[in-house]
């Protein structure tokens, strides 16, 4: 009974600082995430793209040199810890930038997803049918057209619960960035917990805002995906697909007009 009385009395007490570190986790953890996708996109699309015999030797060598630069970016950033990188990289780049801790929470969280998004992308992309891509170029499509115009949206649709699933991490793994002083949830119940000398109860406190949070997402997530899967199946999968390429083959020719 007296520690649900503490948890209690923490909450009115502290509840202002509990508020912030949710604003500034759920701040730093979408941010990232967004920031991260549109990275990942750029760099698991292009990685993606198989280049025509017919292309010139100089594309085939800076395609050869940007898919190495990727490999190696995604490599590191997966394979180290994240706490390790915003200690690193906010002393790094900070005479650089000459930034605060939020802006360098979110390039820390960007980039780090980032390189798992570029996984989940380019797996997404590889889950396509080839069929689909060969239909594409047998009307007079570029690589680059069917990647934008065909395979890529459908490649979205397939990887979203991944994306969504990246998206709850960083709202756990914002929790690393109080290393760099960042007043997120986690920085804030340490704080209060030193200042009560109840860390039980704090803590306590915390996770359940985390799951709170968590939980909250997950179910967002889930309503938008089936929201997504039913407006794919409001026609056949025939009638999409060549829906897909008559819209596809109207803006290659529009394209060719100018």
């Not at 009974?1 to 759920?26: A, H, R, V």
């Not at 790094?92 to 992308?121: C, D, H, K, Q």
């Not at 939980?215 to 026609?235: A, F, G, R, V, W």
Request: proline share 3%; hydrophobic share 45%.
């Amino acid at each position: 009974m007296e520690f649900i009385t503490n948890c209690i009395d923490i909450l009115i007490q502290y509840w202002p600082s509990f508020f912030l570190g949710i604003k500034t986790t759920l701040l730093i953890a979408l941010s990232g995430t967004i920031i991260g996708l549109a990275l990942g996109l750029l760099v698991g699309g292009i990685r993606a793209i198989k280049l025509d015999k017919s292309a010139s030797s100089s594309i085939k060598i800076i395609k050869k040199i940007y898919d190495t630069i990727a490999w190696i970016y995604i490599e590191i950033f997966r394979g180290t810890p994240m706490m390790v990188q915003a200690v690193f990289l906010y002393y790094a780049l900070r005479p650089i930038f000459n930034w605060t801790y939020i802006p360098a929470g979110i390039f820390v969280i960007s980039v780090n997803t980032g390189a798992y998004m570029a996984e989940i992308v380019r797996s997404g992309i590889q889950s396509i049918d080839i069929g689909q891509t060969e239909a594409a170029r047998s009307l007079g499509m570029s690589n680059m057209q069917t990647m934008m115009n065909v395979i890529l949206p459908q490649a979205i649709k397939n990887a979203f619960p991944s994306i969504g699933n990246e998206f709850i991490v960083n709202i756990k793994d914002s929790s690393v960035l109080m290393i760099i002083s960042i007043t997120e949830l986690m920085f804030q119940a340490k704080s209060i917990a030193g200042s009560t000398y109840k860390f039980t109860e704090t803590y306590f406190i915390t996770a359940c805002v985390y799951l709170c949070m968590t939980l909250t997402t997950s179910i967002i997530l889930n309503l938008i995906e089936k929201k997504m899967n039913h407006t794919k199946t409001t026609l056949p999968q025939s009638d999409t697909f060549a829906q897909t390429m008559n819209l596809a083959k109207e803006q290659s020719n529009h394209e060719r007009t100018y």
